[in-house]
C-alpha cells in the first residue's frame, strides 16, 4: 500500500469512518434524489455529466448554433491528460514513499542485511561463473575493485549522520561481497 507524503494511513483508511456510517453516507444523496422532482435531477446530473466529459476530454466540446462561426485556434497547446499528469507525479511519490519506508524503526537493518547477502551471493557466483575459465579473473577483478573503492571513498568522506541511505546500502553490497571473496578463498585453499 502506498502511503502518502505524510506517511500515514490513506484518508479512506482512518478508523473513524466505519462501513456503517460509510453506508449511510452514501444512502443520502440517494434519497434526496429520490425525493426531489424526477425532471429536475435528471436535468442536474446531465448537466454534470456535460461539464465531466468537457473537462476529461482531449479536444473541445463540439460547437452548436449557439456559439457562432467556429474559431480557428493555431498554436494552442494541447491539454494535459489526466495520464499524463499521473506519470509526471509518479517519481516524487515513490520518493515520498521510500522515505517512509525508510523511516520505520528497523527496515535500514533489514535492507543493510539483505544487501550483505547479496553481496555475498553476487561474490560466490562471480567466482564461480568467471573463475571457472580462468582468464575472465582480471576483467572481472578491475570493475569490482573500482566500484568497491569508489564506495569506500565516498562512505568515508562523509560524516555518519549525513551518509544517504543508498550509500550505506551500498556499502553493504560491498561488505558482503569481500566477505564472499575471502570465503571462497578459504574454501580453495582448505
Not at 41 to 51: G, V
Not at 69 to 83: F, H, K, Q, Y
Request: overall charge positive.
Amino acid at each position: 500500500m502506498l502511503r502518502t507524503a505524510a506517511c500515514g494511513p490513506p484518508a479512506w483508511a482512518s478508523a473513524s469512518a466505519s462501513p456503517r456510517a460509510a453506508l449511510a453516507a452514501a444512502r443520502v444523496p440517494l434519497l434526496r434524489a429520490q425525493a426531489s422532482d424526477e425532471d429536475e435531477y435528471l436535468a442536474d446530473l446531465e448537466q454534470q455529466l456535460r461539464r465531466a466529459a468537457a473537462r476529461s476530454s482531449r479536444s473541445p466540446p463540439a460547437p452548436t448554433a449557439a456559439d457562432g462561426p467556429p474559431v480557428r485556434r493555431t498554436g494552442a497547446a494541447l491539454p494535459t491528460s489526466r495520464e499524463g499528469s499521473q506519470v509526471y507525479a509518479l517519481p516524487g511519490k515513490a520518493r515520498a514513499a521510500w522515505r517512509c519506508y525508510i523511516g520505520v524503526p528497523g527496515q535500514l537493518l533489514l535492507l543493510s542485511t539483505l544487501s550483505l547477502l547479496v553481496g555475498f551471493y553476487l561474490a560466490g557466483s562471480l567466482s564461480t561463473i568467471f573463475g571457472a575459465a580462468g582468464f575472465w579473473e582480471p576483467v572481472i577483478g578491475l570493475p569490482v575493485l573500482l566500484v568497491g573503492e569508489v564506495v569506500t571513498r565516498e562512505y568515508y568522506l562523509r560524516p555518519a549522520e549525513r551518509r544517504p541511505v543508498l550509500l550505506k546500502l551500498a556499502n553493504a553490497l560491498k561488505v558482503g561481497f569481500y566477505l564472499g571473496v575471502v570465503v571462497d578463498a578459504i574454501k580453495l585453499a582448505g
